[in-house]
């Protein structure tokens, strides 16, 4: 076999210094996204079980991901295929520590995305019972604003829910608020009680198992299963559609 000469043993050595460098930079990204996966299932059942603590722990370690992508230079693919959701992230942090204000004037110009609709009905709902808990309105104002507006809101968000391409299963959860904000009798004890009330179920992207389709995360009273508190929104009358 005849020898090779200087120039092409450079060009063997480049050749394998490139693939060396190919292949830790593809290395690198794959760790980087499978713990930016992991990341967002720990989010999203952060949320789900209502975790302020690690809901808040959780976003700054998104935000660490989000800032690689800038030194990456990747920000525009990030915006586009990893962090649609990121900005619900942060509503259901507002959500959880209770500032229902900040949580409908994030999402007021939303209405038409079905995650939006349905956290905005629920946190006007809560302001409304937080006010008449202060007695800054009385009960028949409130009913007023429940049955009219929050009723509304809600069937807005459902129907919204109902025509996207979410499974049923996930819309169907939202009935058991729907059915609060439109009886009266519901609606009355609910804002005399605040364990009462619309609690939303945030969909924010489905937990995977890895053993098959991907699965909900119960909250503590899904997995008690205990009658009337066991039911999202405590509510126990016969579900409707709007």
Known sequence: MRDKSLGQWLLLLASLIL??????ALSVGLFTLANFSDTVERQVSSIKTGDQAETRRGLVQLHYFYELSKRWKVRWLADKYLFQDSPFYEV???????????VINELKDKQDDPRAAYIYGNARF?????????????MEEALNLILKDISADLEKALRNCLASAVAYDDCFNQVHNYDLATNKKDAEEALQNPQQGPKPKFVLGPIKDKKGPPVPVPDDKEKKGRGREGEEGGQGSPRKRP
């Open 19 to 24: 693939i060396a460098v190919v292949g830790t």
């Open 92 to 102: 259901a942090d507002t959500y959880l520590v209770s500032d229902w204000q900040k």
């Open 126 to 138: 809560r302001q409304i019972q937080a006010l008449f808990q202060r007695k800054g309105i009385k």
